[in-house]
């Protein structure tokens, strides 16, 4: 990685006989696409699309020529006055299973936001969806359609993110324009009469259609309205604009009577136009239509004083067809001052532009200003940019609180700290004094909130049902109390970041003037997510270049999850040079991980939040800076580090907490000193559920809560199946004896639904087998910490040698060879080993398949939306290497987990059924009962028991039947499998268990190796592959399969 910093381009020319304006030209990076700018022409928005990677949606604020990425997997279609895209985005809200699809959403306050689905819609299937195309001015109404799997689109009009109209239920079609006041929304659709083709439609606030050409005939794939003018009146389409008042339209004509294309994609209030034409020959450039006349744009603008050759961007033509390469114009702002187009620049990248006309080039205001509260001190801090124009010429900047200067003298940097604040709501504007005595207008006004100390309540609050009628609610500790740097919040998504089998360092900034503002404090911790665990860390502290201090880390980490790292000799905050907190990693040579420290991604303020260096490199450089620089894409990532300051006068068990306490529907229900709690025997209901934090200090917390629907779990009154049958005092005298029931709140941790579909066919080249492999962490694991695994189940489909396998970060705890299997359900294998779940821990569960049935599937997979990347991974190589199957569906598989803290289960007592007759004259309270079939009884006649429980909630539950004779008076065997287990040595493989006779080791093409008649084989002179080993034993002889690596 290299240290090299690159910026959006900007090019100020120059426009004669105008002293006082002139046009702006600013460039996106290659492959960023604008598809809309805001009517007030302040924003812009599109999406990244290098053809190698997910899309990346993006806002591009026109005020200040900053570029922001709104995530990946994401597009923009449109973009309101206030900054709010609209497009798609990955929601988890819009599929059966949590699963993220596809869906139409909208981006605000730094986030993405669901959509409403109309009544009944959850997509089972990731080709299904929904798109927003467009927004009006205010953001209240969106338009846009979901669609099924078979791309079946039903237009729809949302307002504040509710669904308002579904405007047909009956033709396809979409909404790509809606005016200002949702009274109207334009698109195409289709209709009775039109077939395969789009008809131009404008639905009134009824949803009645209204076709703008008279005819719903004959249409094209491009025919649509495209936008509305701001009073509504006016909308344009294919052939023009529409006057809704006169019903007239002002056609628009290419400039080649003869064309091969032609579209328009946008226009003003004064009725300008812009899109592309394309020639007969395919020569393709942006066209505006203005006072009439359809024009190329590139005359146009450089009629309007835009030199396109004064920094040699923008790449010359060949073709004739104009002096520059611009391609497609897509969207112009209303007062048509602003519009957007893309072009080919000098090193043949496609790029987009944005031009601004007549902007103010002798005294313009400071842009982007943005104001917030400093931690733990009353004060805020104000930051903005330079003026596009004329920047050179600025003397300094005067800042304003509530319409006051509070500046003595000019403020020559682009930020500024106003200290000494009382507890209130504060506005600040900013004005820029130029050198020749003038002054800017003011800066939009930005306010701050200066809150009162108060404790931070617990976060990251969760439910759910665990037992038979309790709800378990578990949190987070608060963030400290104290002051915290970091650039991350507690509810980011924190996903994982690594190098390979690199070691490296990465680190967060904070520039000097912030910091001299925290004079007499001390860094008293730092704090970092580690996500896998590796050979070390360390904690280091920098002024500038210079290290100030380093700590090895020796305590005891919690792998995804914030950790503390409590300073040995807490440091002074420089105040003469920038601050540098950084973790350091010791990384294996071995080790091939990307998920080694904590990060949130698309969250970036680069060169800040975002430094790193391979420890072998002397100095941090931007990770976002340079990878768009050396691969032309963006890295976007905030690391999830922090600094916790104090002064010698702070006390520390400022954060310490005594309890918490609990309330559902604002009724305290019980306190807790962990970081849990257990609400007993809740009805079935919706509740709203609250957290507060009780300090040793006396102070409590806000409250945190979360609403959740509490749903009795009937799964826990359980069913007797297994009953122990013996002889009596006399031979025909049976003796039925059961284990009470008890509620050990019994989960299977899966992802996949209850439904079956077809599973993946492997390759003939691999004997048609694979291995199958979902992944449990982090919040699938979350409140089943210290829960025992005694079995797994699987959903076998096809005939195959079955090996169960699970690892816990990366290390093998478990493989299995699995016995007996049924095909086409569920089967329950009884784990050799079990294990305790540990929730700072990442567990693997892998099925592998071999020698399966030609062309067929081994593994059902359930046909909902994927998790990808989690629940439908498979190798072909042992599992060298996994990947997403590509299919649909999630792999039906799971961990069985039960609570070794099992509670009674209101049992009143018990019914047994033996040959479907009740055989107790009076429910039983004791689990056991005894039978006498009668003198004479033939004790070879097979019988059947049943032992029916009733519980005081749940009523009767059926037992299973145990089949049983008199001679043998023993019940049979569950469906479970279990016997005896293989263990590895370096140059040997040992079976254990009793009764084995000896040992035989295969090659996979079923070539024996080597045998031997103990419980131990030789492995020493095999070659590394994949083997199976058949253990021998008096009573049969049992398979596994394992991979020796020399």
Not at 469 to 491: G, I
Not at 938 to 946: G, P, Q, S
Request: aromatic content about 12%; proline content about 3%.
């Amino acid at each position: 990685m290299k240290k090299v910093y690159i910026s959006i381009c900007l090019s100020l020319l120059s426009m004669k006989g105008f002293a006082d304006t002139k046009p702006i030209l600013m460039y996106s990076e290659p492959y960023q696409y604008v598809n809309a700018i805001s009517p007030n022409g302040k924003w812009a928005c599109g999406t990244t699309n290098d053809g190698t990677s997910q899309f990346v949606a993006f806002i591009w604020n026109l005020e200040s020529n900053e570029i922001q990425n709104l995530g990946t997997g994401t597009i923009a279609y449109g973009v309101s006055d206030d900054g709010t895209v609209v497009g798609t985005y990955p929601d988890t809200e819009a599929s059966t299973n949590g699963a993220e699809v596809t869906s139409s959403g909208y981006w605000k306050d730094g986030k993405w936001h669901h959509l409403e689905l109309p009544e009944g819609v959850k997509y089972t299937d990731p080709e299904a969806g929904g798109i927003a195309n467009c927004v009006s001015a205010d953001g209240k109404y969106i338009g846009g359609s979901v669609y099924s799997a078979k791309g079946i689109f039903t237009p729809v009009v949302w307002e504040n993110g509710k669904l308002l109209r579904i405007l047909s239920d009956q033709y396809a079609g979409s909404v790509y324009a809606v005016s200002n006041d949702g009274s109207k929304a334009g698109g195409w659709t289709y209709t009775k009469n039109s077939g395969d083709t789009r008809i131009t439609v404008m639905w009134d606030a009824e949803g009645n259609q209204h076709f703008i050409t008279g005819d719903d005939t004959h249409g094209s794939p491009f025919y649509a309205i495209q936008k509305f003018s701001s009073d509504g009146n006016k909308a344009l389409y294919e052939k023009g604009i529409y006057d809704f008042t006169t019903g007239q339209t002002t056609t628009i004509s290419p400039i080649n009577p003869e064309f091969w294309g032609f579209v328009l994609y946008d226009f003003s209030d004064s009725l300008s136009a812009i899109g592309y034409e394309q020639t007969l020959e395919g020569a393709q450039f942006p066209v505006i239509y203005r006072d009439g006349k359809t024009q190329k744009l590139e005359d146009y603008l450089i009629s309007q004083g835009v030199d396109f050759a004064a920094d040699g961007m923008v790449a010359p033509r060949a073709d004739g067809e104009g002096q520059y390469n611009l391609m497609i114009a897509h969207s112009i702002s209303k007062n048509d001052s602003v519009m957007a187009f893309t072009f080919v620049d000098k090193d043949y990248y496609m790029r987009s532009a944005v031009v601004k006309l007549n902007q103010n080039s002798t005294n313009p205001e400071p842009v982007n200003v943005q104001a917030s509260a400093l931690e733990g001190l009353s004060a805020a801090k104000l930051t903005w940019k330079a003026p596009l124009l004329n920047s050179a010429n600025v003397k300094g900047y005067n800042v304003y609180r509530n319409g006051e200067k509070v500046n003595s003298e000019p403020v020559t940097a682009t930020s500024f700290y106003d200290s000494n604040l009382t507890t209130g709501s504060y506005e600040y504007y900013v004005t820029a004094e130029y050198n020749d005595g003038q002054v800017s207008k003011a800066s939009d006004m930005v306010s701050v909130e200066i809150a009162a100390n108060t404790a931070n309540a617990p976060y990251a609050l969760s439910a759910r049902m665990k037992n038979a009628e309790n709800v378990l609610l578990t949190w987070n500790r608060p963030q400290s109390n104290l002051p915290t740097k970091q650039y991350y919040s507690s509810d980011d998504v924190i996903s994982g970041f690594g190098g390979g089998n690199n070691s490296f360092e990465a680190a967060i900034r904070y520039d000097k003037g912030e910091m001299q503002m925290y004079k007499g404090y001390k860094i008293s911790a730092v704090k970092f997510v580690p996500r896998e665990k590796i050979n070390g860390w360390d904690i280091d502290i920098y002024k500038d270049k210079e290290l100030i201090y380093t700590q090895h880390v020796d305590q005891e980490l919690a792998y995804g999850k914030e950790n503390i790292v409590t300073l040995n000799t807490p440091v002074d905050v420089p105040q003469d040079g920038d601050l540098y907190i950084a973790v350091k990693t010791d990384v294996p040579g071995s080790t091939n991980s990307s998920n080694i420290i904590g990060m949130v991604y698309d969250k970036c303020v680069s060169g800040y939040s975002d430094l790193v260096r391979l420890v072998s490199e002397d100095e941090f450089y931007s990770l976002n800076e340079a990878s768009k620089a050396s691969m032309s894409t963006s890295m976007p990532v905030t690391w999830a580090i922090g600094a916790i300051l104090k002064t010698d006068d702070m006390s520390a068990d400022i954060d310490k907490v005594a309890s918490y306490n609990v309330y559902r529907n604002s009724e305290m229900v019980g306190s807790s000193e962990t970081t849990s709690f257990i609400n007993e025997s809740v009805p079935a209901g919706d509740y709203k559920y609250e957290v507060e934090a009780v300090y040793d200090n006396g102070t409590v917390s806000g409250k945190t809560g979360i609403d959740f629907s509490a749903v009795t779990n009937s799964a826990a009154f359980k069913a007797i199946n297994d009953v122990n049958v013996s002889c009596g005092d006399k031979e025909t005298q049976a003796v039925f004896n059961w284990t009470t029931p008890v509620d050990n709140d019994e989960t299977v941790i899966e992802y996949c639904g209850k439904n079956p579909s077809q599973g993946a066919v492997g390759s003939e080249d691999n004997n048609y087998g694979y291995m199958a492999k979902t992944i449990y962490s982090g919040d699938k694991l979350l409140s089943y910490n210290g829960y025992d695994v005694k079995s797994v189940r699987f959903y076998p489909t096809a005939d195959a040698d079955f090996t169960i396998i699970i690892k816990k970060d990366g290390e093998e705890i478990v493989n299995q060879y699995v016995e007996n299997y049924k095909l086409n359900e569920w089967n329950t294998v009884n784990l050799e080993t079990p294990f305790v779940l540990d929730e700072n821990s990442t567990y693997d569960l892998i099925i592998d398949c071999f020698d399966v049935t030609p062309n067929a599937a081994p593994l059902a997979l359930d046909g909902e939306t994927p998790f990808a990347g989690t629940a439908d991974l498979y190798s072909l190589d042992e599992g060298a290497t996994f990947s997403s199957t590509g299919f649909i569906g999630n792999w039906m598989m799971g961990l069985i987990a039960t609570d070794p803290n099992a509670s009674e289960l209101p049992v009143e007592g018990y019914d047994v059924r033996i040959d479907g007759t009740t055989a107790n004259t009076a429910k039983l309270t004791e689990p056991t009962f005894t039978y006498d079939f009668s003198e004479g009884a033939d004790l070879n006649a097979t019988h059947k028991v049943n032992v029916d429980v009733y519980y005081s909630v749940a009523g009767k539950v059926e037992g299973s039947a145990v089949f049983f004779t008199l001679a043998t008076a023993a019940s049979i065997d569950s469906n479970f499998i279990n016997d005896i287990k293989l263990v590895r040595g370096d140059n040997y493989l040992r079976i254990e268990g009793e009764g084995v006779t000896g040992v035989d080791l295969y090659a996979a093409n079923g070539m024996l190796i080597n045998s031997s008649n103990t419980n131990v084989v030789n492995i020493s002179g095999v070659q590394t592959g994949t083997y199976v080993v058949k253990a021998k034993t008096a009573n049969g002889s049992k398979m596994f399969k394992v991979r020796v690596s020399k």
